[in-house]
């Protein structure tokens, strides 16, 4: 690493291919070895917050392949993965982000890679460097570095691939014209106070939409197909990857402070940031 512990511009641009492999190629593991009935191996905080075989076995593909090529950064995984590393770099994994949705079949789940600098552990103590979010249903992967600009390429291409295409924000000003993506929690308690939340947006905006993956909500306002997003309760590696692509595509990740987390995360071009921000605030 470099100045104040960020990595020189010539290792992020390897971050940011390694982020682009690993991510393609986790998708097509998911996507092509996806059972027929996939079986729910156990539930976590809730009866409705589940993992499948899938989940666990994306992660470790993901993990071997991020510690062959980088055996000293760390990495954080959705399923467990902790491991500290030295090299001051941590990579932050959702290897199914869409559980559910990849339970039932409905195809809007990716997988989200991203590599940060900083702790991850405190809320606006981290920055990313690098990330990826693998569509594998739309078979492309979306990628970005910092200052490099947010881009979607083919699944099986380098983030150089000429036939990348640039993502914008929308560029929408009016909250009544604002078609707005949102997700919900898996405790009972979480989910009472996002409805009583979802009564004040609703009558305000064009309409939601309850994709199902919050890497995709993102990856959905940084190439304008929504024109915001906000969502409450969110991880670190629900958000780490989408945050990037937000910002270098021109958008705006924020939370109740500076900084988006587990209280609340907003993502919107800087016209409708305010107004998205102070519907969920309240
Ligand atoms: C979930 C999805 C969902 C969001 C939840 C997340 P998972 O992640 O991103 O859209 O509403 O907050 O926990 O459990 O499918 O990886």
Redesign the pocket.
């Given at each position: 690493t470099g100045d104040a512990g960020q990595p020189s511009g010539e290792v992020v641009v390897e971050l940011e291919r390694l982020c682009v492999e690993v991510a393609a190629e986790a998708s097509r593991f998911i996507r092509d070895e996806r059972p027929d009935r996939v079986r729910v191996a156990q539930t976590k905080s809730t009866e409705t917050?589940v993992v499948t075989l899938m989940d666990t076995a994306s992660e470790r593909l993901i993990h071997e392949r991020l510690l062959a090529a980088r055996p000293d950064d760390g990495i954080l995984g959705?399923e467990g993965a902790d491991v500290a590393g030295s090299s001051g770099l941590t990579w932050v994994v959702?290897p199914?982000?869409?559980?559910?949705n990849y339970l039932y079949d409905i195809p809007a789940y990716a997988v989200s890679i991203a590599v940060v600098t900083g702790d991850v552990s405190v809320a606006g103590g981290w920055t990313v460097v690098a990330g990826a979010v693998a569509d594998p249903s739309r078979r492309v992967v979306h990628h970005a570095r910092r200052g490099g600009g947010s881009w979607t390429v083919a699944e099986g291409e380098g983030p150089d691939s000429r036939t990348g295409r640039a993502l914008h924000v929308s560029d929408e000003t009016l909250l009544a014209r604002t078609l707005l993506a949102t997700?919900?929690?898996y405790a009972a308690e979480t989910r009472a106070r996002q409805a009583e939340v979802m009564t004040r947006v609703l009558p305000a905006v064009r309409d939601i939409r309850r994709i199902?993956?919050?890497?995709l909500d993102l990856v959905r306002v940084a190439e304008g197909t929504v024109d915001a997003y906000a969502?409450a309760?969110?991880n670190p590696w629900?958000l780490a990857a989408g945050w990037l692509l937000v910002e270098e595509a021109g958008g705006i990740v924020t939370g109740t402070g500076r900084h988006p987390g587990k209280e609340l995360t907003v993502a919107a071009p800087p016209s409708l940031v305010d107004e998205v921000k102070s519907l969920f605030v309240g």
């Open positions: 917050d959705e959702d199914i982000d869409g559980t559910v997700g919900f929690g199902g993956s919050a890497a969502e309760g969110l629900d």
